[in-house]
């Protein structure tokens, strides 16, 4: 793909302002006086299997990108979803580690944080997460601000403290592995690790 790409860019007459690649979606901008038809005819000239598509922006809105076009010519970025997305996350009665729960909430927390390039577009991506986690997945509302704003505003962390020469691993049950981890670190400095899939309820 990049040397398809890197050609492309290569022998093409028509001057890029800007062309931006992640995985098979490309952002570009054309000076406003080139015809992006022939753009697109140059770059599926290339190679007999490999052909683009392209989708150009519309009432100030590109159709597939986190991107929004304002009237003082300048981007501003917010989350997209598609259509097809159901904002369906992880149950909090499910029978996973409050971390990994926890952890669900942090990395969207964190994509808004980064993406959205307002305070408005921020808000409002951060309002749509504590409806979604507190309305559809039943988490808890202290739960779901209180780890929107640590991570929005994260703390020094304490230094990592040495792993124990003995390192196992056991299936997850809630509240029980907890107490036979602390046990063993606190009594035999023994570390646990719950295996990644596996519960209680699995191996039943």
């Given at each position: 793909?990049?040397?398809?790409?890197?050609?492309?860019?290569?022998?093409?007459?028509?001057?890029?302002?800007?062309?931006?690649?992640?995985?098979?979606?490309?952002?570009?901008?054309?000076?406003?006086?080139?015809?992006?038809?022939?753009?697109?005819?140059?770059?599926?000239?290339?190679?007999?299997?490999?052909?683009?598509?392209?989708?150009?922006?519309?009432?100030?809105?590109?159709?597939?990108?986190?991107?929004?076009?304002?009237?003082?010519?300048?981007?501003?970025?917010?989350?997209?979803?598609?259509?097809?997305?159901?904002?369906?996350?992880?149950h909090f009665t499910s029978n996973h580690p409050l971390q990994v729960k926890k952890g669900i909430?942090?990395?969207?927390?964190?994509?808004?944080?980064?993406?959205?390039?307002?305070?408005?577009?921020?808000?409002?991506?951060l309002n749509h997460l504590r409806h979604v986690f507190v309305h559809y997945s039943q988490y808890?509302?202290?739960?779901?601000?209180?780890?929107?704003?640590?991570?929005?505003?994260?703390?020094?962390?304490?230094?990592?403290?040495?792993?124990?020469?003995?390192?196992?691993?056991?299936?997850?049950?809630?509240?029980?592995?907890?107490?036979?981890?602390?046990?063993?670190?606190?009594?035999?400095?023994?570390?646990?690790?719950?295996?990644?899939?596996?519960?209680?309820?699995?191996?039943?």
């Open positions: 793909m990049t040397e398809l790409e890197d050609k492309g860019l290569l022998t093409s007459t028509i001057a890029l302002i800007c062309w931006y690649r992640k995985v098979d979606d490309t952002f570009v901008v054309l000076n406003p006086n080139d015809n992006p038809e022939h753009r697109l005819n140059h770059l599926n000239f290339q190679h007999p299997r490999m052909q683009f598509t392209m989708e150009e922006e519309s009432n100030n809105k590109l159709p597939f990108l986190d991107v929004l076009l304002k009237k003082e010519d300048k981007i501003s970025t917010t989350v997209y979803r598609k259509l097809t997305h159901t904002d369906q996350y992880l909430i942090s990395t969207l927390t964190r994509r808004a944080k980064n993406i959205c390039s307002t305070t408005e577009t921020l808000e409002t991506e808890p509302q202290k739960l779901v601000n209180n780890v929107i704003t640590t991570t929005l505003n994260p703390r020094d962390k304490p230094p990592r403290r040495q792993s124990a020469p003995f390192v196992i691993s056991i299936p997850y049950v809630p509240a029980v592995s907890h107490q036979i981890r602390r046990l063993l670190q606190q009594q035999a400095g023994i570390d646990v690790l719950f295996q990644k899939g596996k519960s209680i309820h699995n191996l039943l």
